[in-house]
């Protein structure tokens, strides 16, 4: 890391720092890269690779187990990560339970909170714009316990309706679960306000923040949420390794999603009783390698400067979705003003998967599809999208490419 711009303490420029991303020193069908496609996954920068390979060299060891050198070597290392993980969302260290994504995380409170403290009758508040994540395991808990599910419609230009929220709370709402940043729209939730409609009605709020811990920072005792998932792969880190933060109070009565090794306290044939929160919650051998990456990433994007990376995400989404606007033929969905990292978009009479592949043809990526939010293309009476996602080590000529590439979409297809 000795080489790096970030370990001067200067504020290096975006082009310099994209250079700590080796992926993106490579052309792609001749063409210098352009990746924009973060709001899937990130790439990595060299020091949280470097974090993840040192692991696996010198101290490849399972963490809470063996008292040799190597394995206390592992076990700091892996709570350390978990110390600088839960400092940087604004949690206690244990109060952060390591999981391997946003998905596991929302499945732990499903299953852990939900199938426990549901009645039948009782309403779970979500929004038609949630990721497939943040609502098939609130169908599947409805199910299990007679719980019915309760949709807030979003405002015609795609944003919360917060007198929509308010009016649909009833006396037998006991949970509220949305995303802090929406992965198709683009739009922030006034997480604070629907706290503090909820808790005066004693429900749970559970957000999914696998869109805006990456982009903004984010203080979950600030925001005062009951739980908080999120995903590391989409904030500079490793695939497989996430986080569920929960209040101490919630976690307590949380079920363990898996039994076996290491979240125990005391097993005998026929019982056993758990260990301490939060390592009850991660029965197995956890992912240290990631977790520790993870503690790069943090490291890394907390270097950089939360702030600013959100200002310079924001600024390339809102300049992306201002010009793409103009061109004849695109709709951009989502607000026009106050977007986070992405645009989402179609190009008319073009299948959204031929608009990724010319831009593709160009070195550029993005995605197409249904963004795993199949409701909200129902909500937009569309099939699927395009969708191009911003982040720190994106530049203006990047969005410059993206309209190029778009222009060319349109000679292609004859428009
Ligand atoms: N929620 C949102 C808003 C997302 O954008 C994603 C991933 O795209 C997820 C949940 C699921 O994250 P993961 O696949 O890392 O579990």
Redesign the pocket.
């Known amino acids: 890391m000795s080489a790096s711009p970030l370990a001067a303490g200067t504020t290096p420029s975006w082009t310099t720092l994209a250079q700590e991303f080796p992926a993106l020193q490579q052309t792609v069908n001749g063409h210098p890269l352009v990746y924009l496609d973060s709001?899937?996954?990130s790439l990595k920068p060299t020091a949280v690779i470097d974090a993840v390979c040192e692991y696996y060299r010198d101290y490849p060891s399972n963490v809470h187990r063996s008292v040799h050198t190597l394995a206390g070597r592992a076990t700091e290392a892996y709570e350390a990560a978990r110390t600088q993980v839960a400092g940087f969302i604004g949690a206690q260290p244990d109060t952060l339970v390591f999981t391997?994504?946003?998905?596991?995380?929302?499945n732990l409170v499903a299953y852990g909170w939900a199938r426990r403290h549901l009645q039948p009758g009782d309403e779970i508040l979500l929004t038609p714009a949630?990721?497939?994540?943040?609502l098939v395991p609130w169908q599947q808990a409805a199910r299990a316990t007679g719980a019915h599910l309760v949709y807030v419609d979003l405002t015609p230009e795609g944003r919360l309706d917060l007198a929509a929220l308010r009016a649909a709370f009833t006396a037998r709402t006991r949970l509220v679960a949305l995303?802090h940043?929406?992965?198709v729209l683009g739009t922030e939730n006034p997480i604070r306000d629907v706290v503090q409609l909820a808790h005066r009605q004693d429900a749970v709020v559970v957000v999914?923040g696998?869109?805006s811990v990456p982009h903004l920072p984010v203080s979950v005792s600030d925001l005062g949420v009951d739980f908080f998932?999120f995903?590391?792969?989409?904030m500079c880190g490793p695939?497989g390794i996430?986080g569920l933060y929960g209040r101490p109070e919630r976690l307590a009565e949380t079920d363990p999603l898996l039994y076996g090794g290491e979240m125990i306290a005391e097993v005998d044939r026929e019982r056993a009783t758990w260990a301490d929160v939060p390592y009850r919650f991660e029965g197995g051998t956890p992912n240290v390698a990631g977790a520790i990456g993870l503690g790069a990433a943090v490291a890394f994007l907390d270097r950089v400067g939360m702030d600013r990376i959100a200002a310079h995400s924001r600024a390339l989404a809102q300049e992306a979705a201002e010009r793409l606007t103009q061109l004849p033929g695109v709709t951009v969905y989502g607000p026009p003003t106050d977007r986070q990292a992405l645009v989402t978009f179609n190009c008319e009479g073009v299948h959204p998967h031929d608009v990724a592949q010319v831009l593709d043809s160009q070195g550029i990526a993005v995605r197409a599809g249904h963004?795993?939010?199949q409701p909200l293309m129902q909500t937009l009476a569309i099939q699927s999208s395009a969708r191009a996602s911003f982040y720190l080590y994106n530049t203006r000529e990047d969005v410059d490419r993206l309209v190029d590439g778009l222009r060319e979409v349109g000679r292609y297809f004859g428009r």
Do not use: F, P, R, Y
């Not at 391997?100 to 929302?106: D, N």
């Open positions: 709001a899937a996954t391997h994504g946003t998905t596991e995380s929302l949630e990721h497939h994540s943040n995303a940043v929406s992965n999914d696998a869109q998932a995903s590391g792969h989409k695939t996430g963004h795993c939010a």
